[in-house]
DNA sequence: ATATGTGCAAATGCTTTGCAACGCC
DNA sequence: GGCGTTGCAAAGCATTTGCACATAT
């Protein structure tokens, strides 16, 4: 009962060429620009249904856009994302894990879930004299965006 | 430049009373039931305002919305909510800070900071059959201001 | 066939802003 | 008295939804 409509697929392909997060109206543009004609409600839809369907990452950035990345790594990880020009680098990090869930555990809590992103500057953009401390709006979409993929471990 | 009228010093009042985190608009409403006028826009750009001054404390929910408290604790720290009825414990926790630094420092970002907030279901609301991973919303602490008065605390 | 998916536009909900009146300092 | 502040209403946004039409299965 998922149908394989044309505009999904042309969703998970643009998706699947993104290394980044991206807004469901980045999305949009960037489909248009390539010659998909989708409608951007249609786009929410998706992916909002592919995000529930775990085929996509979702994070809210800290002014509450939600951005989507395809989902490559199923498991437990979180984000370290480049104020300026938005690249993001995953990373596992168990040892977080355990504390978290243990300090919540020591307060009473259960069925817990938390929500953990690094914003900062990478590497190529350390120097510039950015003070904002919560922006990383204008940059994304263009260019530069550096794609560091790899992985970490704490 | 920062002068002291009484709607800023009403909010800022009001906040002190406030254990838990409150949006803009339940701010506004609760301040209204307290007899005080103020537009909805004041408290928005009061909230603003003092928290980009370090006055108060922001947590962006899940969904976007941006909820305001005290800032009792000048100190970094993190939050436990719990999504039954929203009441929050804070938490220190110097180990995982340490650790997330030096992830962000292996990747080369400078200038990091972070957002980690834990969501639960705190001790008097563990029972509840409660199995939605992200809602928080239609629950406890929204709309009907007027029984919204008494708060849990972990 | 028919339940799903799609497109558009209108509707939401939170937050911001323009602008004239207002009130601290 | 001047400049930060306030209020209201209108404007902005990202996102959602109603509905008629299109289409995968």
């Keep these: 009962m998922q149908r394989n409509t044309r505009q999904r697929t042309a ?7 993104q290394a980044d997060f991206r ?13 998909e004609t989708v409608g951007l409600a249609t786009v929410y839809r998706n992916l909002q249904a592919l995000s529930r369907a775990g085929r ?24 370290l994302v480049c104020r ?6 995953e990373f596992l990090a168990p040892r977080l894990e355990a504390s978290m869930t243990a300090i919540a555990r020591e307060h009473g809590f259960t069925d817990v879930d938390h929500t953990l992103e690094v914003f900062g500057l ?3 953009h350390s120097g510039s004299g ?16 550096s ?8």
Tied chains: 1, 2.
């Design 130 to 145: 950015a003070k904002k401390t919560r922006a990383a709006k204008d940059s994304g979409a263009a260019e530069d965006s």
């Design 23 to 35: 807004s469901a109206q980045q999305i949009h543009e960037q489909m248009r620009a390539d010659g």
């Design 122 to 124: 990478c590497a190529k």
């Design 147 to 154: 794609t560091a993929e790899e992985d970490a471990r704490a």
């Design 84 to 89: 300026e020009c938005g690249s993001t680098v």
């Design 11 to 17: 969703i998970l392909e643009t998706l699947s060429r």
């Design 56 to 79: 996509l990452d979702v994070l809210v950035a800290a002014d509450g856009e939600s951005l989507y990345r395809q989902c490559e790594d199923t498991g437990h990880h979180h984000h």
